[in-house]
Every structure is written in C-alpha cells, then in structure tokens.
C-alpha cells in the first residue's frame, strides 16, 4: 500500500520552498553485477522520498509553475512480453491512481517534458548524487534550454542538487518513517540476540552473517541495510572489515555492525561479545569503557543539545577511561589536545540514519553544530580499537569494541530504538550461558 497522503504532503511542501523552481529527478538506474544480470534493485532515496515510487525505469517532474500538471510520473510502459520476465506493470491510468499523480507518462517522452518544464523555470533541481549519465544529461539540458532563451530571457540560471531542500526535510522523520525504522529495528535486534545465542569458537564468521541476514529477510525485512561486519578478534579492530571469512577461535570478542532494511528504511546496530560466551578481564575492561560512554551520550540525548556536545561528551569519557585502564598515558586535556587518542579511537560518536544508513542531513550549519528536535534519529556509537600491531599493553592488543544503538529523539528526551538488544556484561553472558 502507497500512502500518497504522505508523499504529497512532503512535494507541497518541497513546492513552497522552490519559488519558481522545477525539481527534474530520474530514478536509480539498474546496476549490473555480471554480465546480464543486476544487483537486486534500489530505488534513489530522494526519488522515493517524494514519490513512493520503487519500481525502475521512473522518473518525475515536480513543477509549481505547471497548475495542471504539478507532479508528472514517468514510468515504463505496459509490454506483457517483457513482463512475462520481470513482473506485471502498472498502466498510466493505474500509476496516477496509485502513486497520487497527476499525470503518468511513458519514460521515452521524459527528456522532451523536462525541456518544455525548464523554460518556465528559475532554477532546476535534480538528483545529482550517483548517477553521472543523468548528471551530464541534465547539465546538457539545461545549457540547451539557455540557449534557446538568450535572447527573448527567462530560462533557468542553473542547475541545483535538490538536496539543498530535501535533505534538510529528510532528517526529522514524520511518524510513518519512525513506525518504519522501528520495524527494522525490531528484525535486527532479534537477529542480533540469534547471532549471540548461535555463536560458538570454531564457526566462521560467514556463519554468524548467514545467522543474521537470513533473519532479515525471514522476519520481512528486504535484506541487510549494509554491509554486514563481522569480525573477529584482530578483526574487530578494522572500522570496514567485510571479508567475513575467518573462523572465530575461543577467546575472541566477536564484533557483529549488521542491521536489516525494511520497507526501504534502515536500521544500525553494533553489538561485541566473547565467543565463547565470557569476557576475560581485559576484554572487561576495555567493554566497560566503551558502554559506559555509550551510556552516557544516549542520556545526554534530547532536544536543544548539539550534536557536537553529545561527541565531546563521548570523547571526554572514552579518554578518561583510557587513561584508566593504561591503554593512554597524561591527562585528558593533553589527549585531547594531542588527539593521541586516535590511535584507538577514530571517528564520529554517530550518523544520522533514515532512508539511508548515513542518512542525508548537515552536521553543522552556519559553522554551528546542529541543534536536535523531535524526529530526528541517529546512532550512538563510541569504539575502541586496539590491533595486534598498537604498542598498548598486550594483554589488550587484539580487541576490538563497539556498541551500537539508535536513537530517536522525542519532545522529552529519546526513545533508545534497539535497546532490546542485550549490552550489558552480564546480560550478555547470561544470554550465551550453555547450560
């Protein structure tokens, strides 16, 4: 079911913000993975944002200056031939009942409706993010448009990513989106406490992936929102590690970053445990620090704080339990200073999620931190990576930690939108006991 109130709510208010504007956006183009066949299809994130439409071969004009016409699909048109292959489509009369537009055309007539739309318009907006063929053909356009108009005026003055609206309307999620995203999440959590409750020393890595993914796809997710990570003992120390291919001995800590997408909207969670279901002392130590900083920063999250207080916060705690521990030397504000702490800690306390895992959205404005409001989702995610070659102590060399949630903030406070998932040590252990 398409929930065209959504959608159009989301256009008419993209139009008050274009003026004279004309947004020109072409669906994600199908991506080969070998020879003839494609990777399972993915719809642009902006596309379907303002659209709802999945399906390849699409594409749209949304034009405040057209008052007949405002939103125009452009879809593929019906060929049973073909659909005997990949599936039943729409017709154009179905498509404007469906998707709430107010014309559906053929996709072949798309290039000639975005030229006779341009002439009237100020500025054209377009999706310019991972499709260079659309990119250049748009530029194409919209020289050809002003070349036209030299002489009588009017025309566009240029061309525009239509994040620099959208993507602004993308980071606080209405209450479909949060009904979405908590779904996925609720799929990943139960992966995660499936993957904690399967894992023993000497399966591999790759079975730990398949425990979680087939998960996804078993409890109605479309299949993993990333990548999935999983990594084991010194392989938990590579932030991207997506080989997935060793076997996990006894004594590792197991790092597992894996998270379903459901209805084209994701979910993130990082979870660390031991494999054989006991953390040792340094393990210990190390998770105690990481999780208490976690802790914190999902505390401290609430509407009028800035994003950057909540990473300060986090860096502050990181440090200092650090220093604690031995795994640094001096004092915090040296470390800081120095940033001597990158050794084991190196990067950002989290990322806005939505439509996508690192969801569109600015972190600062004006060279100012974003200030948080209700809606807005995003991880929490401090880390500490100690590889094999550091010059830490040893008994610490080969742990790698990180813990993982997802946060939606509220008018009061936040909702914690993974919390189903075991972190604590205790929890954590009891939750894998064999008995």
Known sequence: MVHTNIYKTRREKLIKALGRGVVILKGAPEQIRTNDTEYPYRQDSDFFYLTGYSDPGAACIINPNDSDHPFTL????QDPKKEVWTG???SFDETVKVYGADQALDIA???TESLAAMKSAAKVYSNLNHDRDHQHKMLDLVGQVRKEVQRSGGGPEGLESIGSIVHGMRLVKDEREIELMQKAADISAEAHIKAMKACQPGMTEFQIQAVLESHFVYAGGSGPAYTSIVGAGDNATVLHYVKNRDTI???DLLLVDAAAEFEMYASD???TFPANGNFSDAQKAIY?????????????SKPGVSFQELHDLDLRLLVEGMLEIGLLTGTADEVIKNETYTDYFMHKTGHWLGLDVHDMGKYMVDGDS???EPGMVFTVEPGIYVNSKSKAPEKYR????RIEDDILITATGNKNMTAAVPKEIMEIEALMARV
């Open 370 to 372: 974003i200030i948080l």
């Open 398 to 401: 080969g742990i790698g930690i």
């Open 269 to 271: 969670i990082t979870r």
């Open 74 to 77: 452009f879809v593929l048109p």
């Open 109 to 111: 007539s798309f290039e």
């Open 249 to 251: 001995a006894d004594g």
């Open 88 to 90: 039943w489509r729409l």
């Open 288 to 300: 105690g620090v990481v999780l208490k900083a976690q802790k914190a920063v999902v505390e401290a």
